[in-house]
């Protein structure tokens, strides 16, 4: 029984340190770019530097994808990538939302935030 309650102990502490994204899904953000991308490199610019430590960020890590050699291994597009910089939005490699273009950073960060407020269990500030 001695065991069995370590045992227990120490996969709660395991889940319990384990960061509050990682615990609610396998969501991420994956950028579609192109060399020669001018509205990627204003995105990578903008928005790069401070999103991995943003709430968004956390929630949904980046992963960069080239438009030419078609989605990562394990991650399906609903439909075909027509423009760069596309921000696809998936789960458990399924696409679930996009943003195409990058219209600057006074509208990615409203439109991307509810992006993920409406097709995932994303609440900032929780």
Same mark, same amino acid.
């Given at each position: 029984?001695?065991?069995? +309650? ?7 502490? *395991?889940?319990?340190? /384990?960061?509050?994204?990682? /615990?609610? #899904?396998?969501?991420?953000? @994956?950028?579609? %770019? !192109?060399?020669?991308? *001018?509205?990627? *490199? ?6 790069? =530097?401070? &999103?991995?430590?943003? %709430? ?14 078609? =989605?990562?291994?394990?991650? #399906? &597009? ?17 696409? @679930? ?5 990058? =219209?600057? !950073?006074? $509208? ?10 409406? +097709?995932?269990? $994303? +609440? =900032?500030? %929780?």
């Amino acid at each position: 029984m001695t065991r069995l +309650r370590f045992f227990i102990a120490a996969l709660l502490a *395991a889940v319990l340190a /384990l960061p509050v994204a990682a /615990l609610a #899904s396998d969501v991420r953000l @994956i950028m579609v %770019e !192109q060399p020669g991308c *001018a509205y990627c *490199a204003a995105w990578d610019d903008e928005i790069a =530097p401070a &999103y991995p430590n943003t %709430e968004e960020g956390e929630f949904a890590p980046l992963e960069r994808a080239d438009l030419h050699m078609g =989605p990562p291994d394990g991650v #399906s &597009y609903d439909r075909k990538v027509n423009f760069t910089p596309t921000f696809i939005l998936v789960e458990g490699g399924e696409e @679930i939302g996009r943003l195409e273009g990058y =219209p600057g !950073q006074d $509208f990615f960060w409203p439109l991307f935030t509810r992006l993920l407020e409406e +097709r995932t269990d $994303f +609440r =900032p500030g %929780e």
